[in-house]
């Protein structure tokens, strides 16, 4: 049995919940270029199109409840404590909601706004969402969604590298193996001697760097999967 289960989700494990996957939309996000929504420049250029964009995404994460796969996974996490780790790319807060506790959001969070100024931090729903770009109560600054957009360095990055290198079984479920350096976060767990699987309907790009890759919705797949580990963790 293995000692330390790592998982890292993407968008995919959140598309049976309803939320769309960026690459399975055709390279537009709900109707708009990824320059324009998800970089620094983008914001820079027109901050109440991008404060359009996050109070969409943020009203309908927070509608969206979790499917059969993320409550598989807080269940395995229930009889794994302390040997069960998620990082997630997504920052739709999903995994909490089912009831998973040890999560990494790497790319941030949709709850959460902070302060381009003085990074002070709030929650959404304290903050005046009817004003075309928020500001900050503390310096009148405009506040920006607390979203690690591309360009941007990701959170957690050596929390992660020391998960990734004391795994036991790495599993990859629902990302498109595009999006750099998540998608080169099997090579470490690899190099460190983890077994390492995808989970995916289709090929991820980085498919020849798992041992397995198993073709299946993550909410199809994940129940019975999680369900063997556990009897293998009990017995
Ligand atoms: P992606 O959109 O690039 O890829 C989604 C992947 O999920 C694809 O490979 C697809 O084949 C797979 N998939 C589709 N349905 C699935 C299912 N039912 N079960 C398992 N897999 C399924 O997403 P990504 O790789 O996470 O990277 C893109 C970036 O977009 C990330 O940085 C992420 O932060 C962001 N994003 C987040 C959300 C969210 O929070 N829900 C949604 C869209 C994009
Ligand atoms: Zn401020």
Same mark, same amino acid.
């Given at each position: 049995?293995?000692?330390?289960?790592?998982?890292?989700?993407?968008?995919?494990?959140?598309?049976?919940?309803?939320?769309?996957?960026?690459?399975?939309?055709?390279?537009?996000?709900?109707?708009?270029?990824?320059?324009?929504?998800?970089?620094?420049?983008?914001?820079?250029?027109?901050?109440?199109?991008?404060?359009?964009?996050?109070?969409?995404?943020?009203?309908?994460?927070?509608?969206?409840?979790?499917?059969?796969?993320?409550?598989?996974?807080?269940?395995?996490?229930?009889?794994?404590?302390?040997?069960?780790?998620?990082?997630?790319?997504?920052?739709?807060?999903?995994?909490?909601?089912?009831?998973?506790?040890?999560?990494?959001?790497?790319?941030?969070?949709?709850?959460?706004?902070?302060?381009?100024?003085?990074?002070?931090?709030?929650?959404? *729903?304290?903050?005046?969402?009817? %004003? /075309?770009?928020? $500001?900050?109560?503390?310096?009148?600054? #405009? &506040?920006?969604?607390?979203?690690?957009?591309?360009?941007?360095?990701?959170?957690?990055?050596?929390?992660?590298?020391?998960?990734?290198?004391?795994?036991?079984?790495?599993?990859?479920?629902?990302?498109?193996?595009?999006?750099?350096?998540?998608?080169?976060?099997?090579?470490?767990?690899?190099?460190?001697?983890?077994?390492?699987?995808?989970?995916?309907?289709?090929?991820?790009?980085?498919?020849?760097?798992?041992?397995?890759?198993?073709? *299946?919705?993550?909410?199809?797949? %994940? /129940?019975?999967? $999680?369900?063997?580990?556990?009897?293998? #963790? &009990?017995?």
């Amino acid at each position: 049995m293995s000692k330390q289960i790592l998982v890292l989700t993407g968008a995919g494990i959140s598309a049976e919940s309803g939320l769309k996957t960026f690459r399975d939309s055709g390279g537009l996000w709900e109707d708009h270029a990824i320059e324009d929504v998800a970089t620094p420049e983008g914001f820079a250029a027109d901050p109440e199109l991008v404060w359009r964009f996050y109070k969409m995404r943020y009203q309908q994460a927070e509608q969206a409840r979790p499917n059969a796969g993320h409550y598989a996974l807080a269940e395995l996490e229930e009889v794994l404590g302390e040997q069960f780790h998620i990082i997630t790319q997504n920052v739709d807060g999903l995994h909490q909601k089912a009831g998973s506790k040890r999560v990494l959001e790497m790319h941030g969070r949709l709850k959460r706004c902070f302060c381009t100024d003085c990074h002070k931090r709030y929650e959404m *729903s304290r903050t005046d969402l009817s %004003l /075309p770009v928020p $500001v900050c109560d503390a310096c009148r600054s #405009v &506040l920006r969604p607390d979203i690690v957009w591309f360009g941007e360095i990701p959170y957690y990055l050596s929390e992660i590298d020391q998960l990734l290198r004391n795994c036991d079984l790495f599993l990859v479920i629902g990302t498109s193996g595009v999006v750099y350096p998540a998608a080169g976060f099997v090579l470490t767990a690899r190099y460190h001697g983890a077994r390492t699987i995808s989970i995916n309907p289709n090929e991820p790009a980085n498919n020849t760097h798992f041992d397995e890759c198993i073709q *299946s919705k993550a909410g199809d797949f %994940l /129940p019975s999967f $999680v369900a063997e580990l556990k009897q293998q #963790v &009990l017995t």
